[in-house]
């Protein structure tokens, strides 16, 4: 069965960095594309970075563009997010989700959490 | 890439049927027949229900089922239980492989 695990989450100041992990599997992990969606604590989801099966397109939200960066490593059956200058908004769980074939998203880790504060 | 509008919150009793709508605009929603619902409770991972729209993946209730009809989508659940009360989430491809996600549905069963 699919399982996707992230792991880095934590505390941090604003303007340091984090880097999150997903690890794969149950599937095929070089086939898929693969997003990241984050959510505040209280809020709704809020979809942040996509990155292509191959890993050379990648795509962000606005609000992150420049900071942070998506990656893979299909050797290692791992997504990655680096985080850089990171801000109190950025404060939220971390969800690592696997791509359908309709677009959309059909499996999802259990998130990780990211605190920024002083 | 604004947010779809979904209602913050409704409710129901159970046995009854209720509809969660989903509003965007004629560049995401309308454009694509790509529209899924995630169901999540406290604490949890969202869950896929509804997929391109109106497909349910292997597992969900036949109870469970979704429409669009030009830029907005819908979820209904028919013949509602206790276990249904959860947030509810619609989420349509946005093209170039992003995504938009509503604001979230609160279902409380009465």
């Known amino acids: 069965q699919v399982q996707l695990v992230e792991s880095g989450g934590g505390v941090v100041q604003p303007g340091r960095s984090l880097r999150l992990s997903c690890a794969a599997s149950g599937f095929t992990f070089s086939s898929f594309g693969m997003h990241w969606v984050r959510q505040a604590p209280g809020k709704g989801l809020e979809w942040v970075a996509f990155?292509?099966?191959?890993?050379?397109?990648?795509y962000y939200v606005d609000s992150v563009k420049g900071r942070f960066t998506i990656s893979r490593d299909n050797s290692k059956n791992t997504v990655y997010l680096q985080m850089n200058s990171l801000r109190a908004e950025d404060r939220a769980v971390y969800y690592c989700?696997?791509?359908?074939?309709?677009?959309?998203?059909?499996?999802w880790g259990q998130g990780t959490l990211v605190t920024v504060s002083s | 890439q604004s947010a779809l509008t979904q209602p913050a919150s409704v409710s129901g009793s159970p046995g009854q049927s209720i509809t969660i709508s989903c509003t965007g605009t004629?560049?995401?929603?309308?454009?694509?027949?790509?529209v899924s619902w995630y169901q999540q409770h406290p604490g949890k991972a969202p869950k896929l229900m509804i997929y391109?729209?109106?497909r349910r993946p292997s597992g969900v209730s036949n109870r469970f089922s979704g429409a669009k009809s030009g830029n907005t989508a819908s979820l209904t659940i028919s013949g509602l239980q206790a276990e249904d009360e959860a947030d509810y989430y619609c989420c349509s491809y946005a093209g170039s492989s992003t995504l938009v996600f509503g604001g979230g549905t609160k279902l409380t069963v009465l």
């Open positions: 990155v292509s099966h191959d890993g050379n397109n990648k």
């Open positions: 391109e729209g109106s």
């Open positions: 004629s560049s995401v929603v309308g454009s694509y027949n790509l």
């Open positions: 989700a696997k791509r359908s074939a309709a677009a959309g998203v059909d499996y």
